[in-house]
């Protein structure tokens, strides 16, 4: 679902079964006033102009070119230049995209999206779970990021600084009711809370089957398996480990004590749930300590 804040001045998309095909024959229109279409539906001035279309939305390699006709100069246009592919970035355009439908549909124009693969549909759904805001600063745009990088960098070489979390030992405050995860042979001072990448629990031992001489049918599933790592965002004192290297240890930076480990291809939480790409720090390996951001101190373990 994609809608831009408001009752009347947004848009939504809904289940493409329950779209019903436009007059044209070339767009479905999945919401009064809202359609999707492919090369085809702007081929044709007449087309838009017969299902009432004013503004335009197109992501694309290429920027299309309108023919000459009644209506296309006074036609809304907004061009994301992107290559159709499921894993194409869309998701970091979305504001901008949502805005342009919201006002256009705000001042009574009907819409046409010009885009649509399953891999559009899944950062759509992540959209939705950000709450209709890209927010860099969420787990699941965090975890998305990490995503891409082995798509846009597959020799893991020069990876942006911003894919990495500030090294704690360099910031001396943290952000009210934060925790900080220090190494507990050490000391040293490893993460912070916001660091941390959530995720559902899994479906417990069921999900480590294939991995067992046991039959599946004998598991008990009535008892789920709690995580015993967190799974976090790479911090800045991990970048000479993780580049150009699939999958790895974690170690201590100060006293190399193994923490956990990282795969970029993914790894299975003890809970059963797939976590891709992975970078794992065992709970035991690591105390947890509450910030005090007034007073600049840290109180014991909790």
Known sequence: MLEAPGPSDGCELSNPSASRVSCAGQMLEVQPGLYFGGAAAVAEPDHLREAGITAVLTVD????????????????????????????????????????????????????????????????????????????????????????????????????????????????????????????????????????????????????????????????????????????EPVQWMESALLGVMDGQLLCPKCSAKLGSFNWYGEQCSCGRWITPAFQIHKNRVDEMKILPVLGSQTGKI
Request: with cysteine.
């Open 61 to 232: 390699s290429e920027e299309p070119s309108f023919k000459a006709g009644p209506g296309v100069e006074d036609l809304w246009r907004l061009f994301v230049p992107a290559l159709d592919k499921p894993e194409t970035d869309l998701l970091s355009h979305l504001d901008r995209c949502v805005a342009f439908i919201g006002q256009a549909r705000a001042e009574g124009r009907a819409v046409l999206v010009h885009w649509m693969n399953e891999g559009f549909e899944w950062q759509l759904k992540l959209y939705q779970a950000m709450g209709y805001e890209v927010d860099t600063s969420s787990a699941i745009y965090k975890q998305y990021r990490l995503q891409k990088v082995t798509e846009k960098y597959p020799e893991l070489q020069n990876l942006p600084q911003e894919l990495f979390a500030v090294d704690p030992t360099t910031v001396s405050q943290g952000l009210k009711d934060e925790v900080l995860y220090k190494c507990r042979k050490c000391r040293r001072s490893l993460f912070r809370s916001s660091s941390i990448l959530d995720h559902r629990e899994g479906s417990g031992p069921i999900a480590f089957a294939h991995k067992r001489m046991t039959p599946s049918s004998m598991l008990t599933t009535g008892r789920q398996a709690q995580c015993t790592s967190y799974f976090i």
